[in-house]
């Protein structure tokens, strides 16, 4: 935390009587950010201390508490309200200008709030050791507001000269069966998320310009994180992503290099119009795109889907039963089908369509419905920490941006952890 070097100005039982400043002051305990201080101190050295380093620190974390949308905002809120100065550790309220220079400051320390971050994401996984353990992935857009470039013009502040052009595209099935297709485009970033999905707290992040794909910047954070994160890594069982993720590079690598089962949604990429395959080395076994494996009944011809055996992590197979020996059901061609005793399939046949969890097996579909914890993440940056209006302009800032507010968010569910609450530590609105 930024300690202030003063005396203490109130104990814990005092803490309850400010009310929201509550919030605050669980932050400021909670974020482990001394070595951070330091180096801002260090940066400084001799020069004026009319704005305390971890004074004007702890303001800008009050302002992502308070949900300030600029600088101004803050300041405004700071010279109407003394004991929120007193709680940042500021006698006077800091001038436009040295907010301004003290970004300067900031922007230079990019790689320490993410270290912070990573710490804050370890210290959480001691406290809650199931943390981790499945894992959603998704990108969330990040509108800027700013004068668009031009590329005559060059930076001046007004102009966002970073940010480029990104889009989205929504398909699917109404419910008459007709196909619907929404696009969204905007101007300006992107916001690279992965969170745990039972406990929805962000577990690692990157920032791009808009065009990033979401799939080339996925692979990349899993690599960064196995660098920076190992044990995340080692501890995480599962990955979950929507069709944006559906890639055959990324599914390989969760697997092969990282031993994480990819749980991704998939698309129908198959152009040559059929609606089934036959499964290598088989006759009368085919699949379709979505993994479902049904046998054909030699006499009859009829299809069948296949009841699920389990993945062989040793074989790197799926193992699929007979549907009339496992259901119990009738089938005339029964004796002399040559998959009466079950198959093997290996991933090797299609290693988008078949994966370690068994696409079509109701473990998969449960798994799946846990990727909208992401969602929920994506929702609250945008309603309870203000990245739906900003006012952020440039790549450096927009990191340092989001890897504070992630961070705020990160320190408050530790905080609310370490005091038995639990409950309340996805919330930043609601007092603790």
């Avoid at 353990?133 to 000269?161: E, P």
């Avoid at 929504?170 to 297709?181: A, C, L, S």
Wanted: proline share 4%; hydrophobic share 35%; net charge positive.
């Amino acid at each position: 935390m930024a300690i202030i070097p003063q005396p203490s100005l109130f104990v814990w039982s005092e803490i309850e009587e400010l009310g929201d400043l509550k919030r605050l002051q669980l932050v400021i305990e909670t974020m482990p950010d001394e070595s951070l201080m330091q180096k801002l101190e260090k940066r400084r050295k001799n020069g004026r201390d009319d704005y305390p380093i971890r004074g004007m620190w702890n303001s800008l974390l009050a302002g992502i508490v308070f949900q300030h949308p600029s600088i101004e905002s803050l300041r405004r809120e700071l010279s109407r309200n003394a004991q929120l100065r007193m709680v940042c550790g500021l006698t006077k309220v800091p001038t436009s200008s040295a907010y301004s220079r003290f970004m300067v400051l900031l922007l230079k320390e990019e790689k320490a709030i993410h270290e912070m971050f990573v710490r804050l994401v370890e210290e959480i996984s001691e406290e809650l050791p199931e943390f981790g353990k499945h894992l959603a992935m998704d990108s969330k857009a990040i509108a800027s507001f700013a004068t668009r470039k031009n590329r005559r013009q060059k930076r001046d502040g007004r102009r966002d000269v970073d940010a480029d052009y990104g889009k989205k595209v929504y398909r699917g099935k109404k419910e008459d069966g007709t196909p619907w297709e929404k696009i969204v485009r905007w101007f300006g970033y992107k916001l690279h998320l992965i969170v745990d999905a039972i406990h929805e707290l962000p577990v690692f992040y990157s920032v791009t310009k808009a065009s990033t794909p979401d799939v080339v910047e996925g692979r990349r954070m899993w690599k960064d994180m196995k660098e920076t994160m190992p044990k995340r890594i080692e501890e995480a069982e599962t990955c979950l992503a929507d069709k944006g993720y559906d890639d055959t590079k990324l599914i390989e690598e969760l697997w092969e290099e990282y031993g994480v089962k990819p749980v991704i949604d998939i698309r129908n990429m198959w152009k040559d119009g059929e609606a089934t395959k036959v499964v290598s080395g088989q006759t009368n076994v085919v699949y379709n795109y979505k993994g479902t494996v049904y046998c054909v009944c030699p006499e009859t011809g009829k299809e069948r889907e296949m009841a699920n055996g389990g993945f062989e992590k040793d074989r790197n197979t799926l193992k699929k039963l007979c549907p009339a020996k496992v259901y119990g059901i009738t089938c005339k061609g029964q004796k002399q089908c040559p998959v009466g005793k079950g198959i093997r399939i290996r991933l090797e046949e299609d290693r988008r369509v078949f994966t370690p969890i068994d696409r079509s097996s109701r473990k998969w579909e449960t798994l799946y419905a846990k990727r909208t914890a992401v969602e929920r993440v994506n929702s609250r940056l945008d309603v309870s920490f203000g990245m739906e209006q900003h006012t952020i302009r440039g790549l450096s800032k927009m990191r340092v941006r989001c890897g504070m507010v992630l961070g705020v968010m990160l320190a408050l569910a530790l905080g609310r952890i370490r005091e038995k609450k639990e409950d309340k530590m996805r919330s930043l609105v609601c007092a603790a």
